[in-house]
């Protein structure tokens, strides 16, 4: 074989992508395995525009893949990085009921973390919070102690090179444009290179629906592009936060509402928000492709979603534009933070995967086709999960793929 014929190539080196790719050398090291990215660097976008946060698995619906990927994830990511000298910290977590019709919800989060089998999961009361977390709000939180801080840039850079030094192939500046078949194989055509390979793993992200659209496989899902805008906070004032503070989230939405992120460099984050992207890889407010904007707004999906979240849209946008509102979402949850300690801006963008009917795709989306499969929806957890979905997409690629 060649250096441009493999067995299976693994179309993006996101984390989810490198972590599916170091696994398969591991599991099969007789398999020549390639992975292509468009980009000069691995985790250029999802993995390394996130929140940085190992989350535990409060938040997911018992029996949802989120729940048991997020679960075991979350271990089986600290024992690599303990292996691997990856920097991560348990620092643990709020989620904090500041008015009293909160509390319900925060109950029934309690309920389902402790359904997903998360360990150490408290409710507390003010003065235990205050104790935690003396600017914080809140008349009762969630205690989660198995929710930690890392660099996933970090972590992916790991299993890349895990995987190259398991001889496996990794393609930079490869922008998967076309893809046909010829015999058995399937003939990826990039800017610079013909790659051939008996079978493709498809985990593109913010472009996967477009890569199974090109493979001849189309599930009605499409990726709708949302920023998360969020603030750093200035440095002489990032001490009012210890750890991580999130707010009770909204259950219909799959976002968890603004919240203060420490990471694992020391610096704190506010946000992010979730506003409607015109561009896939849309990181400032004016960013627009046209191809992308045409994309969403020509799929009917995206305007019966629409129609069902427009309240929660609107609302979004406007904070967005709007500093002030943003600073009172903070202020909710920490009531002296002020609109001088909101500095340099960042944000990152998430594949929203949403169906014809315009639901927004909740839980991972994983999906065997011809020759292929395609990584349609991994929303967060899945940086924390990279590692158990990397393995379930070996073992669907074992039999799918009769290896
Ligand atoms: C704002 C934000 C905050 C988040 N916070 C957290 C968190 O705290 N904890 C957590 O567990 N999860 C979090 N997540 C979710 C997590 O980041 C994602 O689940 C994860 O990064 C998805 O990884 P991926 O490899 O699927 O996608 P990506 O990282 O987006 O990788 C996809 C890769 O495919 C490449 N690609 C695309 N098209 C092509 C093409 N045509 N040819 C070649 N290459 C191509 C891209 O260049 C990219 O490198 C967050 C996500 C966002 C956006």
């Given at each position: ?178 893809i ?22 498809n ?5 996967a629906d477009q890569i199974a659209k090109l493979m001849g496989h189309d599930s009605g899902i499409r990726i ?71 994309n969403?707004?020509?799929f009917p999906g ?51 995967a949403v169906d014809m ?8 989306s994983?999906i065997?086709a011809d020759?292929a499969?395609h990584?349609l ?27």
């Amino acid at each position: 074989m060649n250096k441009s014929n493999y067995d299976i190539a693994v179309i993006g080196a996101g984390i989810i992508g490198l972590a599916t790719a170091m696994q398969l050398t591991i599991k099969f090291p007789l398999l020549k395995i390639a992975v292509l990215d468009k980009e000069t660097v691995t985790a250029e976008h999802q993995t390394g525009h996130n929140s940085g946060v190992i989350h535990a698995g409060i938040y997911y619906k018992p029996g949802s893949a989120k729940a048991s990927f997020c679960y075991t994830g979350n271990q089986e990511l600290r024992k690599f990085c303990d292996e691997n000298s990856v920097p991560y910290k348990m620092c643990g977590k709020l989620v904090i009921a500041v008015n009293k019709h909160e509390i319900p919800m925060l109950e029934e989060l309690h309920k389902r973390g402790t359904a997903n089998g998360v360990e150490g999961l408290q409710i507390i009361g003010k003065d235990e919070l205050r104790e935690k977390e003396p600017n914080a709000a809140g008349l009762k939180a969630i205690w989660s102690p198995n929710t930690g801080i890392i660099d996933y840039k970090k972590v992916t850079e790991s299993y890349a090179d895990i995987f190259t030094k398991n001889e496996g192939d990794l393609h930079l500046n490869s922008k998967v444009k076309a893809i046909t078949r010829e015999n058995k194989m399937v003939v990826l055509e990039t800017e610079n290179k013909t790659i051939k390979s008996k079978y493709v793993i498809n985990c593109a992200g913010l472009h996967a629906d477009q890569i199974a659209k090109l493979m001849g496989h189309d599930s009605g899902i499409r990726i709708v592009p949302f920023r998360g805008e969020y603030y750093s906070i200035d440095k002489d004032r990032k001490n009012m936060i210890n750890g991580l503070i999130y707010p009770v989230p909204d259950p219909s939405m799959p976002f968890l509402g603004v919240h203060f992120t420490t990471r694992i460099d020391g610096t704190v984050e506010a946000g992010p928000n979730a506003v409607l992207a015109f561009a896939r890889e849309g990181y400032s407010k004016f960013a627009f492709n046209l191809k992308d904007a045409f994309n969403t707004v020509s799929f009917p999906g995206f305007w019966k979603m629409s129609a069902k979240h427009w309240k929660t849209g609107f609302e979004e946008q406007y904070r967005s534009i709007n500093k002030n509102s943003f600073l009172k979402s903070l202020q909710y949850l920490v009531p002296d933070i002020k609109m001088s300690d909101l500095t340099e801006p960042g944000s990152g963008v998430r594949a929203q995967a949403v169906d014809m009917a315009g639901n927004l795709l909740q839980d991972f989306s994983i999906i065997e086709a011809d020759k292929a499969i395609h990584v349609l929806s991994a929303p967060s957890p899945g940086a924390t999960s990279s590692l158990t979905i990397g393995r379930h997409i070996v073992d669907l690629a074992q039999k799918n793929f009769e290896l």
